[in-house]
């Protein structure tokens, strides 16, 4: 399909090693890395946009996949793009993959934040901090990498960035949480209960005098029946959740119970790649009025 190439971001390598506008082949793991965090962050953002989906649209990795075509002059500038396929007259949404800007802003903010030495933006996805400690990690002193997206200033990466990224990623931090496994032992004085998850992980989760009817209902019939909490957590460092601070909802869940698909792709998913599979020339053989007289097509009525 007919398309352009669209640059989303530049990457400006600075230091001895970049000078004359090379790019040393040890920094290409910096782009490789750079490139992992645009992804994930393109996830996160997306998951949690549409909580209720779990599977991502489709071709979307395809859409948050950044290309390196050429060098510029400067040091080492290294202008990244993405491919934009041209939509044609049945594409049925636009086709531009704005998660691809709205992930490198993210990372622009992150690392703006970490030069001023100050808190990390509330939407960054919390447990990406390690992945966001590891980019620079080829870089000497005197080396920095700028991440300059359209249209605003530089927000720079060096070994004394990092030092400052890897405070972060060293300490507990707080994201939303939903968990579900099953009530082994609960403290009603206390208000608290532990819930034991699928990898026989334990996480410590308060509860109300409203909820206890709830909690005790899990813990009586625990081989049955599964609690789902969901609400906000802490979490270790590395991502594991600890306990819930927070609990927005307790719901009862009945292993082999029909359920929601969450994984099932949405009905605009679905038709998006029907319509894609359809040559354009089979798309130009439908009548102008199809809509307006499909039943005469269908059925063979009289047109309107």
């Known amino acids: 399909m007919a398309g352009q190439w669209k640059e989303v971001v530049r990457l400006r390598f600075k230091g001895a090693r970049f000078r004359d506008h090379a790019l040393d082949l040890s920094a290409l793991a910096e782009l490789s890395q750079f490139q992992k965090i645009v992804a994930e962050t393109a996830k996160a953002m997306w998951h ?73 933006p509330e939407r960054f996805p919390k447990h990406l901090i390690s992945e966001y400690a590891k980019w620079g990690q080829s870089l000497a002193e005197d080396e920095e990498v700028e991440l300059v997206p359209p249209g605003r200033q530089p927000a720079r990466v060096s070994p004394r960035h990092r030092e400052r990224l890897a405070r972060f990623a060293a300490t507990p931090y707080q994201d939303a949480a939903e968990v579900s496994g099953e009530v082994f032992e609960a403290d009603v004085r206390q208000r608290r209960f532990q819930l034991w998850r699928e990898d026989s992980t334990p996480v410590s989760v308060s509860f109300t005098d409203d909820q206890e009817e709830i909690v005790t209902s899990a813990l009586k019939d625990h081989r049955s029946i599964r609690l789902l909490v969901k609400g906000r957590g802490e979490h270790a460092a590395s ?66």
Request: glycine share 4%; with cysteine; charged share 35%.
């Open 48 to 120: 949690a946009a549409y909580p209720d989906r779990e599977r991502l649209p489709g071709h979307f990795e395809e859409r948050t996949r950044l290309c390196l075509r050429k060098i510029d002059k400067g040091s080492a500038v290294t202008p990244l793009e993405v491919w934009i396929e041209e939509p044609d007259e049945q594409e049925l949404f636009e086709p531009e993959p704005e998660e691809v800007n709205q992930a490198i802003e993210l990372a622009h903010e992150v690392f703006d934040a970490v030069e001023r030495d100050a808190p990390l």
């Open 239 to 304: 991502g594991q959740l600890q306990r819930f601070v927070q609990v927005d909802s307790l719901d009862i869940v009945r292993p082999g119970a029909t359920q929601f698909d969450t994984t099932a792709s949405s009905i605009e998913d679905v038709l998006a790649s029907i319509a894609a599979e359809v040559p354009k020339e089979e798309w130009d053989k439908l009548p102008a009025d199809l809509t307006d007289d499909l039943d005469h097509y269908l059925y063979g009525t009289p047109r309107r």
